[in-house]
């Protein structure tokens, strides 16, 4: 117990093993993670009303979102689960294009997604939620961290996970006028800024915006395009057995001469222009008034209206945030088809917020220099509901993991998105706002969503987060796998005019021998689907299960390529490099790898070979420096022997 000289009238109002500040989308996942992993957890958020909060588009997914939230769910997490509880549409983006760029987006009901994830955290076991705006975090001699907040109540923890989203520091920005505010009108995070700076912290200003949110019986739909979702709807849990059906249709119109016209007219009223906004804004998801500028040359920009719930009747107004003035925003959205009378509710803000470096990290989030804190989701620079996930999933199980003294999980570029987007972050660091795009990987065919559970169940279940049941049904999954790819390798189909008629009809080459199944199932003009009528002995199982087996098939020859290249990937990640290694003394580095190795301090070979400014050439020096340090050690064994 801290004595009250130390505390002054503050009290110690709790002991946990693992604090989370903030219950967006990393603070839930850490603080489930934690819990579920025995740790006594306690997650803290400014408001209670907004755990869980969808600031900005109500969904979940997207291109290469769909497939962090796949292996989200996979390890054990809860994005995937409340998203199929909470969706109102589903579609499966990219189809058009290969399986390694297919993924699930679906529209969720906002406030119920936040309500479903609230009372999840309040049921969790080993789990307390608090209402609390942590104002400092110091740490103590004994190694456990001080945390305290604004009403004076302190409390210590063996580990802490900032997930503060936008909340810290932050600043709300609508034409001229500016004022402290988190998003959604909630209060910011103001003192811990302060407190994160004191201790040595490397803090950066991020700014990310959002669009407005109009009134739906202002909208005129007649001329709009309809946006169906799909059926059958494909669910993101491998737990969802039966999901829900589509409940809405989202519409899509276009900006045209006269939007652009006004915002350029009134561009210097933009606080990006004006110089006001300092933050850096996201690149791949840029403001109106960015498009207009950055992208003078196309004549319209695309935008989509989307519904924000079943009881609610807000709209959003996706690919249109803006930090235009209210006026200049009602007039640019009245000269948009379908939006000529429409009632602005919420106008579009931009948001800045102070964020971490995450170059400061090492893979598993935790902080080199402060031990036993981690950091998760937009603090770390990221942006995105399914990335903020992602990184509170591994910091919850890490900082468990550490508390238990066990090993820590490490996820590598070759396994997952989720291992992508955090080496991507920790060795690469990031200018402006990072978004995952399947384009950031070098092993998409690997990485599909629909493999998600293969590559990713086994690390959740050694981890403790997949139950015996979950497990169970992977491994049943699994085996039906083999024993169908078993059966398309032995089944032979004879020629005949319905086989020859199937392959005409799907513009292939006839055949007049037999032929098997799975060479069949090779020919890209081919499916499962267009061979049932002559595939007599195919089983009865899950459409999902067919096409996984289907797309191993037909990229076989593609991915034994790619798993070539992971194997000699992972050689380079077995050569560890010391962590207090000095790369200003080895000779033949150049100037910057040196600069650049120390400020990133790589766990391995692997890692410091992705480091922009390290070179082909200072990547054999460092072999070769770890090769002369491996023999010193064996002639000192000898010697002493």
């Not at 957890?41 to 588009?57: H, L």
């Not at 009372?119 to 609390?132: D, G, K, N, R």
């Not at 925003?329 to 995450?358: N, T, W």
Request: glycine share 8%; proline share 5%.
């Amino acid at each position: 117990m801290i004595g009250e000289g130390m505390m002054g009238m503050k009290f110690v109002a709790g002991e946990f093993d693992v604090a989370v500040v903030g219950a967006g989308h990393a603070g839930i996942e850490a603080g489930l993670a934690a819990a579920r992993l025995g740790c006594q957890t306690a997650v803290f958020t400014i408001n209670m009303d907004a755990v869980g909060n969808c600031p900005c588009n109500p969904s979940i997914g997207g291109t290469a979102k769909g497939h962090l939230v796949r292996e989200i769910d996979a390890l054990g997490g809860e994005m995937g689960k409340a998203a199929d509880e909470c969706f109102l549409q589903s579609r499966m983006l990219n189809r058009g294009k290969g399986p390694a760029v297919h993924s699930l987006r679906a529209q969720i009901d906002r406030r119920a997604y936040s309500t479903r994830m609230k009372h999840t955290l309040e049921l969790q076991e080993h789990l307390e939620l608090h209402q609390a705006e942590i104002t400092d975090l110091e740490k103590m001699p004994d190694g456990r961290w001080l945390l305290t907040t604004r009403l004076e109540a302190q409390y210590l923890a063996k580990a802490v996970i900032l997930a503060t989203g936008t909340y810290l520091g932050g600043r709300i920005y609508v034409g001229d006028v500016s004022y402290e505010s988190g998003p959604d009108g909630m209060f910011p995070a103001k003192f811990l800024p302060d407190a994160l700076e004191k201790m040595g912290m490397r803090i950066r200003r991020f700014k990310t915006g959002t669009p407005a949110r109009v009134l739906r019986s202002s909208i005129d739909f007649t001329d709009l395009e309809e946006q169906a979702g799909d059926e059958p709807v494909v669910p993101f849990s491998y737990d969802t057995e039966q999901p829900k059906g589509n409940q809405v249709k989202c519409y899509v119109s276009w900006t045209n001469d006269k939007t652009k016209q006004i915002i350029l007219d009134n561009i210097h009223r933009s606080p990006m222009y004006s110089g006001k906004i300092e933050g850096i804004g996201p690149r791949y998801c840029p403001s109106i008034e960015d498009k207009i500028v950055r992208f003078s040359d196309k004549p319209r920009h695309q935008l989509f209206i989307e519904p924000c719930g079943m009881d609610t009747e807000e709209m959003y107004l996706q690919g249109m945030s803006s930090s235009l003035p209210e006026d200049v925003q009602i007039d640019f959205y009245h000269s948009i088809k379908g939006l000529e009378h429409c009632i602005v509710m919420r106008p579009a803000y931009a948001i800045e917020y102070d964020c971490a470096d995450p170059i400061q990290m090492n893979r598993t989030l935790e902080f080199r220099e402060f031990p036993g804190l981690y950091g998760a989701g937009q603090f770390n620079g990221s942006s995105g509901y399914e990335e903020a996930a992602a990184q509170g999933l591994v910091a919850g199980i890490n900082a468990a993991l550490k508390i238990q003294g066990r090993p820590p999980m490490i996820l590598d570029r070759a396994g997952s998105y989720i291992g992508t987007l955090i080496d991507d972050l920790v060795t690469k660091g990031c200018n402006d706002p990072y978004r995952m795009m399947t384009s950031r990987s070098e092993y998409r065919l690997l990485l599909r969503q629909d493999n998600a559970d293969t590559r990713m169940t086994p690390i959740g279940h050694e981890v403790g987060l997949v139950t015996e049941e979950r497990w169970n049904k992977f491994t049943a999954k699994q085996e039906m796998i083999q024993q169908e790819l078993e059966r398309v390798r032995k089944t032979v189909i004879s020629p005949s005019e319905k086989l020859n008629a199937i392959l005409r009809e799907n513009n292939t080459s006839e055949v007049h021998t037999g032929i098997r199944l799975i060479d069949l199932l090779k020919r890209p003009e081919l499916s499962y689907d267009a061979l049932k009528e002559i595939d007599v002995t195919r089983p009865q199982r899950n459409a999902n299960l067919f096409e996984q087996i289907e797309i191993e098939i037909k990229y076989e020859g593609y991915i034994k390529k790619q798993l070539t290249i992971v194997e000699q990937m992972r050689k380079l990640e077995t050569k560890l490099l010391p962590s207090d290694m000095d790369y200003t003394a080895i000779d033949g580095l150049r100037l910057e790898a040196r600069e650049k190795l120390n400020k990133v301090r790589p766990e391995n070979i692997g890692q410091a070979s992705r480091i922009s400014g390290v070179s082909p050439a200072d990547i054999s020096v460092l072999i070769i420096y770890l090769a002369s340090l491996k023999n010193k050690e064996e002639r000192n064994a000898d010697t002493n022997a």
